[in-house]
């Protein structure tokens, strides 16, 4: 299904191969790389103006990984994630958020979710260069698909 067709209130889940991505006039590519020292399920995202698709990560291994998700431009914040039993959602519902610009790869920063002292923080660090070796790591093709710096935070 393609994410055009997508309701603003379907979940849309990661690409699941590296290969072409064909975007549609309005869509970047969203670039969201989470950083985790514990296996996370659910993680999830929306746009800020609600018009997008919410962005769904089912499962994140402990480490550094790259999801990406072509999606209308605009911004997109991450908004809540599960830690074993317990859903934790940032302040005000938003965890992180980032710009995607139509057309471009659009780096979501190395977002961090985490809960300190019994609350949930999401750090979020601007590592282009990391960013790029990650992405040329689990998905080469897409990253000589968009070999210019990507957009972001």
């Known amino acids: 299904m393609s994410a055009l067709a997508l309701s603003a209130c379907a979940s849309l889940a990661p690409l699941a191969h590296d290969g072409p991505v064909q975007l549609a006039p309005n869509q970047g590519l969203a670039a969201v790389v989470i950083d985790t020292l514990d296996p996370l399920t659910d993680v999830e995202g929306e746009s800020r ?12 291994p402990e480490g550094r990984d790259v999801f990406l ?15 074993s039993t317990l859903s934790l959602s940032g302040p005000n519902g938003v965890l992180g958020c980032f710009q995607v ?30 960013f790029r070796i990650l992405l ?11 070999p210019a710096a990507p957009s972001g935070g």
Not at 73 to 83: D, E, V
Not at 104 to 115: H, K
Request: a positive charge; aromatic letters at 10%.
């Open 69 to 83: 998700f072509p999606v209308p431009a605009g911004t997109y914040c991450m908004t809540r994630f599960k830690y």
């Open 101 to 130: 610009r139509a057309g471009e790869l659009s780096y979501s920063g190395t977002l961090a979710p985490r809960v300190e002292d019994g609350k949930p923080v999401t750090h979020q660090v601007q590592d282009l260069q990391g």
């Open 136 to 146: 040329q790591q689990q998905y080469p093709q897409v990253a000589k698909q968009f």
């Open 49 to 60: 103006n609600g018009r997008g698709p919410k962005l769904l990560v089912a499962s994140v």
